[in-house]
């Protein structure tokens, strides 16, 4: 299970909790107790490129996760006939009722799934509740997948490179995987990005029925096409393009599936290779030791500078009054905003955990730093993260209050286990790093008033108002430089 889909599926639990079986019951589309209907004319018009926009039956509901059979493709890369799995989310959200249609605005969660809409109110609804001259305008007003779903598949047809497969098997290194996988989809316009089903896993950690987001690159790199199946030479990768890369190599033997030749197929499928630690080797270093004694037992909290370029994206979505995002002062201002979404990592570097406690426990240390949101109904660790982008003159400040501190993945392998923190027992263990995806709502800056493209700096800060207790302050701020393209609405690090 992915780290953003765990923390989906978390999120899940709290909500399904929060509403009535009554409600859950009897009520489709937006929520029963949401006034927000959206203007799904209005933002379908105003899309961009990257805006996915479908017609989708739901065939499975969990809470807020529902597995959609498209219908119709109205704008992006989505198959037809296929099957994803996507999340409802903001308090305006869909509710799902199974075997009912919906008119979807998704986005990419950066793990091969997809989130409903790209705000509370953007116009995501059940399709036997548009009316007829909306169906009539969005189906006039589509626009094909812009990805490149010719009939050359595999490499590039401008490449003369065709790698060596059986080679580049037998040379993997530590944190390479192989795997073969269908396209379920593209997620730009570029064609850069698929969706990816793990079919067969050859060598890695990756799992049968996996669902990842696979970048191309290189010169050589694949030319995806949905729905085909590939052989594919993955690296895993924190940027904006996705969570692994095709190879890292020009020419690494990724192909489409329909040319790898037999020889290759049963090559890989004989010389497998088990799930193996992919940390480095431990490095032994000489220091000096310091003569003003240091603290060295204890929690440590750091940002994690990867996380941030792991599906960092820059989005246009409509915000009214009402939702929840306006009202806690991640935005700075209701309608159409722009904003650079992006993850969050928080890891404890030190050899304690650090325990948050139950927010509700009148003897908990930090009951003070807790606060009841009442339109998310969840607590929020008041002041934990704070954001900030500056640059080219300008300062535009993020807001992030990490409402639910859990494990979602070991730094490396050395860490011991993880103690089990959940959103009633706060915490992060030793060793641990907990992680806020792109899609959650505020993990953003809004950069609607930004003025220039160019380089900026990220500020990601821990504990703001210094109320931890710490082995160490010097590893809390988080400063990171990020290239921002406004005129064709695209973010990365700085090179």
């Known amino acids: ?59 499975k509901v969990t809470g807020r996760v529902a597995r959609v059979k498209i219908r119709e493709s109205l704008s992006g890369c989505l198959i037809p006939n296929t099957k994803y799995y996507v999340r409802s989310t903001g308090d305006c959200g869909i509710e799902w009722n199974k075997g009912s249609s919906y008119l979807l605005f998704l986005r990419p969660d950066g793990n091969g799934d997809y989130l409903v809409g790209l705000n509370d109110c953007d116009g995501s609804r059940l399709w036997k509740k548009a009316s007829r001259s909306l169906k009539q305008h969005l189906r006039d007003n589509s626009t094909p997948c812009s990805g490149n779903l010719g009939p050359s598949v595999g490499l590039k047809s401008t490449c003369d490179c065709v790698g060596d497969p059986l080679e580049a098997f037998d040379n993997l290194g530590p944190n390479a995987a192989v795997v073969a996988g269908t396209v379920r989809g593209i997620y730009d316009g570029s064609s ?24 191309s690159t290189g010169d050589c790199g694949v030319e995806w096409v949905a729905g085909e199946k590939f052989s594919l030479f993955l690296l895993p990768v924190q940027a904006s393009s996705g969570n692994y890369a095709v190879g890292g190599l020009e020419c690494d033997g990724s192909r489409a599936w329909s040319a790898t030749p037999t020889s290759i197929r049963s090559k890989l499928r004989n010389n497998a290779k088990a799930c193996v ?22 929690y440590d909290l750091e940002p994690d500078e990867d996380q941030v370029f792991n599906g ?111 959103c009633g027992n706060m915490g992060i263990s030793a060793g641990w790093l907990d992680v806020y995806g792109g899609g959650l709502d505020c993990q953003w800056v809004d950069i609607t008033d930004m003025a220039t493209s160019g380089d900026y700096m990220l500020e990601i800060e821990v504990d703001r108002n210094n109320i931890l207790s710490e082995t160490s302050r010097a590893n809390n701020v988080l400063r990171t430089c990020v290239r921002i393209d406004l005129e064709n609405e695209q973010a990365g690090r700085c090179t």
């Open 277 to 298: 630690s992919t940390s480095p080797a431990p490095v032994t270093t000489t220091v000096s030791v310091p003569t003003t004694p240091v603290v060295t037992d204890g």
């Open 312 to 422: 960092i994206s820059i989005t246009n979505e409509y915000f009214s009054e009402q939702s929840c995002p306006y009202q806690e002062k991640c935005l700075g201002g209701p309608g159409l905003r722009k904003l650079l979404r992006f993850s969050a990592g928080i890891k404890n570097v030190g050899n304690r955990d650090f325990t948050a406690g139950s927010p509700t426990d009148p003897n908990n240390p930090f009951k003070a730093h807790f606060v009841e949101d009442q339109c998310h109904q969840h607590y929020h660790f008041v002041g934990f993260t704070h954001f900030k982008l500056e640059g080219n003159g300008q300062v535009l400040p993020g807001l992030k209050e990490s409402f639910c501190l859990i494990d979602i993945a070991p730094i490396d392998g050395s860490s011991g286990p993880s103690t089990g923190y959940d």
């Open 1 to 59: 299970m992915s780290r953003l889909t765990c923390r989906a599926l978390l999120a899940t639990v709290v909500l399904i909790v929060a509403v009535s079986v009554a409600q859950a019951a009897n009520k489709v589309g937006l929520l029963a107790d949401c006034e927000c209907k959206g203007e799904p004319k209005k933002v379908f018009d105003a899309r961009t490129p990257a805006t996915i926009v479908v017609v989708a039956r739901a065939t």
């Open 192 to 215: 850069a990005v698929a969706p990816i089903k793990v079919n067969k896993v050859y060598a890695g950690c990756l799992s049968k029925g996996d669902r990842i987001a696979v970048a």
